[in-house]
């Protein structure tokens, strides 16, 4: 995976494009309020902070690698002038380690599921581009977990060499299960139910709190309705505990007094002598 240098450069917003299928990790591409957020700095005639992009040897086209919702504001914004970007001349696989880089940063931190998304992406691509170790480092996926991943693609290869394989890790790990007609080990299992977890907070996970904020009853009268009697079953029996600390424990009060007594504790025990 050769690389040159990275160039600062003025360009004009026409001649960047985007290729999200290949450099964009998170599985929603892009936040309208982020994205608005950014537009409204440009306003005041403020450039963003250079985009990370990508010259391809083949189409010289430049690609974002990551700016995605710096690009799309300054879109939104309709800016007229040039706009600063480190531009990076690679192969492919080199700018795609690149892209999983920037995007693991803080400003929008990925999600677990779209981590491990992002360490099937690698390992469904070739065994041989990219190492465990690589993988492990750029996604911030246990080194477990990569394992498995390359595990799941022999064996999904070796049932069905001429399948696709699935382009998510709980698509793949769900296609290697009807295969093999097993059980989940407890690590796929614990990642199979985080990831619908993720999912299902995506898509209601927003309203139901909003909900609860200004109607509670409303709230927990649908969560009872639509859980049924196995799922309060359920509810009781793993949540009931952290239910009960946070209705007579608000504050984490009881926490604090515990690490008090044990320092009380360690102030009346005599000091040991010197030698």
Known sequence: MTQQSPTRKLVRLNQI???PDV???????????HVSDLAAVLKNGTTLDPMTIWCDPKSRDLVVLDGHHRAAAYRQAQWPHDIPVIVH???????RLMALRENGKTRLPMKDEEKRDAAWVLVRIDLKEYSKKIIVTVTGVSDGTVGNM???????LESNPD???????????????GREDREYTEEEREQMIAMKVAKLDEQIGKLLGDMASRQVEAACEVVAKRLGRQGLRHLVEHFAGDILDEMTDPYGLHELNDVSSDDEEDALQPEAELH
Do not use: G, V, Y
């Open 17 to 19: 494009t985007t290729r």
């Open 23 to 33: 450099f964009q990790f998170r599985h929603l591409d892009l936040c309208p309020h």
């Open 89 to 95: 001349s690679c192969d492919i696989n080199a700018a």
């Open 150 to 156: 390359r595990r799941t693609r022999r064996r999904l």
């Open 163 to 177: 399948a696709a394989l699935p382009e998510s890790w709980a698509e793949a790990m769900a296609a290697l299960k």
